[in-house]
């Protein structure tokens, strides 16, 4: 089986795959040929950094005072408490690295800013990287891969063999 693979960085592979994170934020719009397709969701080799974590746990926490990214906030922050309580002064490691966690239909891409509105005035951009906010690819009927299976990824969409 042969699939359309695209790489995340944890926490973020897994609060898609725990259905938190109904959008993955990219600079670019999918191909029209992705949309209404399963692609398999990889969780990229960067190590987690644990004050992204905790930063994400106290905005999520404070919507009105810190901006919020564009996450459900009662699936998500209970998997950011056990990252930060199993890991209190090391790098996160129990969440997997290099592996395909899930796979997930690519639904029609919004505008990262009309992504936000649907959480919240404060809502917005979940990362420091410049452009990756413009288009929101929704991310629907996850299916999660028991075990997760080991692969080595690549950035921007890849061909996965589901070995």
């Given at each position: 089986m042969m699939m359309k693979a695209l790489t995340v960085w944890q926490p973020w592979t897994t609060l898609i795959a725990i259905e938190a994170k109904p959008y993955e934020f990219r600079g670019w719009r999918p191909p029209a040929s992705l949309i209404g397709q399963r692609i398999a969701i990889h969780a990229g080799a960067r190590p987690m950094k644990r004050s992204e974590v905790l930063a994400l746990r106290i905005n999520l926490a404070n919507p009105g005072r810190h901006p919020t990214a564009c996450l459900k906030p009662d699936i998500a922050i209970p998997l950011l408490d056990k990252?930060?309580?199993?890991?209190?002064?090391?790098?996160?490691?129990?969440?997997p690295l290099s592996h395909v966690l899930c796979t997930a239909i690519v639904g029609e891409p919004k505008s990262g800013e009309d992504c936000a509105h649907e959480f919240g005035d404060n809502a917005g951009n979940d990362s420091d990287r410049e452009g990756t906010f413009n288009w929101g690819w929704p991310l629907t009927d996850i299916e999660l891969l028991e075990p997760p299976a080991p692969a080595s990824?690549?950035?921007?969409?890849?061909?996965?063999?589901?070995?």
């Open positions: 990252i930060l309580e199993q890991h209190k002064s090391a790098v996160p490691s129990f969440l990824g690549l950035q921007g969409l890849w061909n996965w063999r589901g070995e």
